[in-house]
Structures are given as structure tokens and as C-alpha cells.
């Protein structure tokens, strides 16, 4: 299974990505996961993102794209792979489709989590992450629940950040929902409730779609 999940900043991306490369045994591959592990290890390409993640703003193409590309060719991506947060705007999905026809293994879906504004901005602002494992929680606990780390907020969590975030997905971002659509490859699924009950019915327009 080769899948995309789209969806704006709080949709549950994170979240939903881990239950679904599970239940697909693949791997999860989050960019802005990527980001964060290079940012905590102090490298230049954690250097270099800090800048525009601070911001609210997308980390240039040119970033972007490499490191996707180069974490496409590991080993573990051979029986497909999960992206959450890539591609983020229409020129990342056009990188995207030509890596992926030059190996002749295009994508199966693109799963759109759709929600609306108000609940983004409730969520995010409550949201907490965990130092350790990068688990994200609704705010309230002190813990992570699965590793026991400490509960910080993201930078770009805080409320000045976030509607910079939402106005980049709305300009950047939601085009490539028609792009997908167009492709034929759009499966669009509401993002709110139980989070069992979005992964189950995620699963299910997946194996609709795919049959
Ligand atoms: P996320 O964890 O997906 O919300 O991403 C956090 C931040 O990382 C974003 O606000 C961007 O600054 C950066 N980022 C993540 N993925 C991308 C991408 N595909 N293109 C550009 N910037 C990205």
C-alpha cells in the first residue's frame, strides 16, 4: 500500500498515520517528523527548517523534496509507505508523481481528513507532544502515555503560529486535493469522533477503493 494522507495542521495526520501503518505494515514517513528528529539533533538541515517551522511557513522545495526522495529509497519502503505532511503543496505532489514513476510504483491513495476550522483551532491549541516519541496528545495529561515522556507544546502550536499554518494550507496545501481528485486518487473521509472509529472507516473506503 503507497498512500498519502492530506488533511490541514490537527486533522489527526500523526495519529491516524500510526494506527494505519500498522494495520498496512508500512512504514510512517512524516516530514515534519523528520524535521523535528533534525532540529533536537542540532543538524544543519534542522537548522535550516527551525527557521520556517517557527513561522508557520513550508521549508523550501528544494529541502523538502531531497529528503523525501532520499528516505524513499530505504529498504523498508519496497512493500509501500505512509506519508503524512508530504506533499504540502501542488509542485511537491508533481516531485512526488515523477520519483514514484521513475520506479514504477505509483501511489494507491491519497486519504483526505476532512474537519472544520473551528475544531483545527480547539485542537491545536490544546495539543501537547511528547519529547521523547513526538505522540501527540488533547492537552490535560502530564505524561506520555506510551513511552512516559515529558508533554511539551510545539512551537507552531501556539496561537500566533496556527493561523499563519491554516491560511499556508488553504493557499498551499488544499490544491492538491483537486490535483488528487483529478488523478482519481481522492478518498475523503471525516476526520472527527472516535479515533478508532476514523481509522476503521478509513480502512474500509481503502479497501472499497482499492477492490
Ligand atoms: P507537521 O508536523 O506536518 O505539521 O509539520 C510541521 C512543519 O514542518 C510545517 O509547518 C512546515 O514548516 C514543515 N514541513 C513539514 N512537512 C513539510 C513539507 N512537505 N513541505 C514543507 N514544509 C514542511
Redesign the pocket.
Known amino acids: 500500500m503507497r498512500l498519502i494522507l492530506v488533511g490541514p495542521?490537527g486533522a489527526g495526520?500523526?495519529t491516524q498515520a500510526v494506527h494505519l501503518a500498522a494495520h498496512y505494515s508500512i512504514p510512517h514517513i512524516?516530514?515534519?517528523?523528520i524535521?523535528?528528529a533534525n532540529l533536537k539533533e542540532g543538524t544543519p538541515l534542522g537548522v535550516e527548517?527551525k527557521g520556517?517551522?517557527d513561522k508557520?511557513?513550508?521549508?523550501p522545495?528544494s529541502v523538502?523534496n531531497a529528503m523525501v526522495k532520499d528516505r524513499l529509497n530505504h529498504s523498508d519502503t519496497t512493500n509501500g509507505f505512509l506519508l503524512?505532511?508530504?506533499?504540502?503543496?501542488v509542485a511537491?505532489a508533481e516531485v512526488l508523481k515523477g520519483i514514484l514513476e521513475e520506479k514504477k510504483t505509483p501511489i494507491d491513495a491519497a486519504l483526505e481528513l476532512a474537519i472544520e476550522n473551528s475544531e483545527i483551532i480547539k485542537r491545536l491549541s490544546s495539543r501537547r507532544t511528547c519529547k521523547e516519541c513526538g505522540k501527540a496528545f488533547p492537552g490535560a495529561l502530564d505524561k506520555c502515555d506510551s513511552c512516559g515522556g515529558e508533554l511539551y507544546q510545539r512551537d507552531?502550536d501556539k496561537e500566533e503560529v496556527i493561523s499563519r499554518?491554516l491560511e499556508?494550507y488553504t493557499e498551499q496545501t488544499a490544491p492538491i486535493i483537486s490535483f488528487y481528485r483529478t488523478a482519481g486518487l481522492l478518498i475523503t473521509i471525516p476526520a472527527v469522533g472516535d479515533v478508532a472509529e476514523i481509522t476503521a472507516g478509513a480502512i474500509r473506503a481503502l479497501s472499497q477503493k482499492l477492490s
Open positions: 495542521p495526520k500523526g512524516s516530514t515534519g517528523d524535521f523535528r527548517a520556517y517551522m508557520g511557513e513550508l521549508v522545495d523538502t503524512d505532511g508530504f506533499p504540502r503543496n511537491q507552531d499554518r499556508v
